[in-house]
């Protein structure tokens, strides 16, 4: 049964906009100094947080395929880890003061949107249905 990686890259790549989301809200926070761009940014880095987490328990219960195929398989959930553990922070960065959050909340941002890019790229690497696993 091949639903595993199905469920895997719908995570995975629902958490990749809302990253984007909240990297380019905190690039108009950081123009405009609106307050409600960081609240935006917020609620997004949440939503993302979520269909990381979603991510993740997908990845793990496909564990059968990660044994399997070595370590190819394992960039993909060391990388949303990396990506989950950034956004939990970033998280935290952006629940201080409007203006405490600048710039660490932008950077952080910038950085989890490109782990979730590579996420996504390597869950649809890996799991290609016509190639061999």
Not at 19 to 26: E, Q, V
Not at 39 to 64: H, Q, Y
Request: hydrophobic letters at 55%; a positive charge; glycine letters at 6%.
């Amino acid at each position: 049964m091949r639903t595993q990686p199905a469920l895997k890259q719908l995570f995975t790549s629902a958490a990749l906009p809302l990253f984007l989301g909240a990297a380019l809200s905190d690039c108009a926070y950081k123009s405009s100094y609106e307050i409600q761009w960081m609240n935006f940014s917020s609620w997004l880095i949440i939503g993302a947080l979520v269909f990381a987490t979603l991510a993740i328990i997908a990845t793990l219960a496909d564990g059968g395929q990660l044994r399997a195929a070595g370590s190819r398989r394992w960039i993909s959930l060391i990388v949303l880890l990396v990506v989950w553990i950034l956004g939990v922070i970033n998280a935290f960065v952006h629940a201080r003061d409007a203006w405490a959050m600048m710039p660490t909340g932008w950077v952080l941002s910038l950085v989890c949107a490109v782990l979730a890019c590579i996420a996504t790229w390597s869950v649809y690497c890996n799991d290609r249905s016509g190639g061999a696993a």
